[in-house]
């Protein structure tokens, strides 16, 4: 049963702390997508990688976060320093041509 | 950019009913439009899709219908059951590009 894999599922941090947040997309999906859901905002787009390479990562402040695919089995969101604000649900995404399918997320609060 | 609009945000029916949910779009080169179902906690998931080259699309219970014409398309549920209860998302895009995503329609199944 192929799925996207995220963890943790859940962190608490203290404000000002960094937070890494881990994807493991569906083999042989050659996209991958990080989004933010708020109840304000709703789902936003942070970045997405295509063979790896960033392709967008307009959605994304830049002074704090960062986004990287070291390989093809592994997506990173990186926030540093994390703010009370960055508190939300983060999913990742993968993708074949069209389709994509999200993990479960990834709960931070920043406190 | 894509903007996906979606109506309504909330919405309950009976148990046996239908449930219908619309989105408009923006972009006249979007061909394809998946739609979410999101369950507390959890991770939205694919319960359909349609491509522009269709106008209509069934599985099941659900169907999807698209008006390329007016830039429309919907989210048919019929016989809603009370495990239909979720957000429901729609989104907007051109293949291979990000997802742009409505900004949900959360549905009650009242038995």
């Known amino acids: 049963d192929a799925r996207v894999t995220q963890t943790p599922r859940h962190k608490v941090t203290e404000m000002g702390q960094e937070v890494t947040m881990r994807c493991q997309p569906i083999l042989g999906h050659n996209t991958v997508f990080w989004y933010r859901q708020t109840m304000m905002q709703g789902l936003e787009l942070l970045a997405y990688?295509?063979?790896?390479?960033?392709?967008?990562d307009s959605g994304m402040p830049k002074d704090r976060f960062s986004a990287e695919m070291p390989d093809a089995t592994l997506a990173t969101l990186k926030i540093q320093p994390s703010e009370p604000r960055d508190s939300a649900v983060y999913f990742c995404a993968s993708g074949g041509h069209t389709e994509a399918f999200f993990g479960q997320g990834t709960r931070l609060t920043v406190v | 950019g894509e903007n996906v609009e979606q109506h309504p945000s909330t919405l309950s029916v009976q148990e046996g009913d239908s449930a219908v949910i619309k989105c408009t779009y923006s972009d006249s080169a979007s061909n394809y439009f998946p739609w979410y179902k999101q369950e507390l906690g959890k991770g939205p998931q694919l319960i359909i899709d349609i491509r522009s080259n269709v106008g209509e699309k069934k599985d099941q219970r659900i169907a999807v219908t698209l008006n390329k014409t007016a830039k429309h398309f919907s989210l048919h549920i019929t016989e809603t059951q009370p495990e239909d209860s979720a957000v429901y998302f729609c989104?907007?895009?051109?293949?291979?590009?990000?997802?742009?995503f409505g900004t949900g329609t959360s549905l009650t199944v009242i038995p």
């Open positions: 990688f295509r063979n790896r390479a960033p392709l967008d």
């Open positions: 989104a907007g895009t051109v293949t291979g590009n990000q997802f742009y």
